[in-house]
């Protein structure tokens, strides 16, 4: 038992230790620990990508389990040209706008524009005071609430850049918008 038990840990660490497309090409020969992994590592990362679209905690755990469903269906679709997490979080991002269409398609187009404002967030210096603590939690609830105002489109590029850190070219390739649009919305 205590041989067993060692090897698994060996190779649930060796798997840690691969890349995506090394997990992509275990999984695609059968091997299920290389999903899994992959699954490990971006589940909490699409989850929360997803969640902030949808506002809802429920759906977006559906929805995050649809998107591994569809990814595993589509492995042999995946090229290894493009990075692996743009691919996946491409997926979410139509699994999250079907999700939105299908929940309520009379909602206000996903293109329509919300007004003039503009939002910056300052960033404070690296070790901020308790009263500069509480003014930017005060920050980031206030925003967080703006961002969930926001149609969905505008939400949408806002998380990828901000919650996710994708760059712009990451970003157009995900929602299929081009680069001049996804910047001129954000």
Not at 107 to 119: I, P
């Amino acid at each position: 038992f205590g041989v067993m038990t060692t090897k698994a840990i060996a190779l649930q660490k060796s798997a840690t230790a691969l890349t995506d497309i090394e997990l992509i090409a275990n999984a695609m020969r059968g091997r299920e620990a290389g999903f899994e992994e992959l699954v490990r590592r971006y589940q909490r990362p699409i989850t929360n990508y997803v969640f902030r679209m949808l506002n809802d905690y429920d759906s977006s755990l559906d929805v995050t389990q649809e998107v591994f469903i569809k990814v595993y269906n589509s492995l042999s679709k995946y090229s290894a040209e493009y990075k692996f997490s743009t691919w996946l979080y491409r997926i979410a991002h139509n699994a999250a706008i079907d999700h939105i269409r299908r929940k309520s398609p009379n909602q206000q187009s996903l293109e329509a524009e919300n007004g003039d404002g503009t939002y910056q967030l300052q960033l404070e210096c690296p070790n901020p005071s308790p009263e500069q603590e509480r003014e930017r939690s005060e920050w980031r609830t206030e925003i967080a609430s703006v961002v969930k105002c926001l149609p969905a489109a505008y939400r949408e590029l806002i998380l990828l850049r901000h919650s996710q850190d994708l760059s712009y070219d990451e970003i157009a390739e995900i929602t299929n918008l081009p680069l001049g649009t996804v910047k001129n919305r954000l």
